[in-house]
T-cell receptor, first 110, second 119 residues
């Protein structure tokens, strides 16, 4: 089962904040976050490791709670360029299989 | 460093035909994985190759197959195309693949994809 992301979609005004959650029913060994703009390939944003520190990419940060099998992406003071679909992704140990979350569509309006 | 290159960008095929998609990974990356992306199903894992060996396969029928060459380039083949195969097919490369003990930290770098339309 793929991790479930919430919300499914969100619309923001420039400068507003947003949180995207990724929740898995299976153990996560690390979490990667990607952003895919319309018509483009997904682009890696950051990686969260078990026991690791919160990561940041520009004004986007993320956290990982391995006990709850959840990760959250925090977008601060959103910019127009943040628009796109955000995916969490996780490799599955021992299976060489990579699973993606259900995705969250984010639109930032001027 | 050159990114992941996928060819062709667009394909239009009819039902029953077969298609081959190509992917050249980032230099030095030995793992290539393939994904199908559709509006309804999101990003679905097809298979992953490392050093010419398929290490895992997703829940797709046997019509979907792939291979990896000694230079890490990979091809994906879909035979007997069906309308439901219409999708964006993405290839990703990484240093050593997600899922392995050493690869748990390796993110994926995607190509721009091949948009396949089956009529």
């Amino acid at each position: 089962q793929q991790p479930v992301q919430s919300p499914q979609a969100v619309i923001l005004r420039e400068g507003e904040d947003a949180v995207i959650n990724c929740s898995s029913s299976k153990a996560l060994y690390s979490v990667h976050w990607y952003r895919q703009k319309h018509g483009e390939a997904p682009v890696f944003l950051m990686i969260l490791l078990k026991g690791g520190e919160q990561m940041r990419h520009e004004k986007i940060s993320a956290s990982f709670n391995e006990k709850k099998q959840q990760s959250s992406l925090y977008l601060t003071a959103s910019q127009l360029s943040y628009s796109g679909t955000y995916f969490c992704g996780s490799p599955t140990s021992g299976t060489y299989k990579y699973i993606f979350g259900t995705g969250t569509r984010l639109k930032v309006l001027a | 460093k050159a990114g992941v290159t996928q060819t062709p960008r667009y394909l239009i095929k009819t039902r029953g035909q077969q298609v081959t998609l190509s992917c050249s990974p980032i230099s030095g990356h030995r793992s290539v994985s393939w994904y199908q992306q559709t509006p309804g199903q999101g990003l679905q894992f097809l298979f992953e190759y490392f050093s010419e060996t398929q290490r895992n396969k997703g829940n797709f029928p046997g019509r979907f197959s792939g291979r990896q060459f000694s230079n890490s380039r990979s091809e994906m083949n879909v035979s007997t195309l069906e309308l439901g195969d219409s999708a964006l097919y993405l290839c990703a490369s990484s240093l050593d693949g997600g899922g392995s003990v050493s690869g748990v930290n390796s993110p994926l770098h995607f190509g721009n994809g091949t948009r396949l339309t089956v009529t």
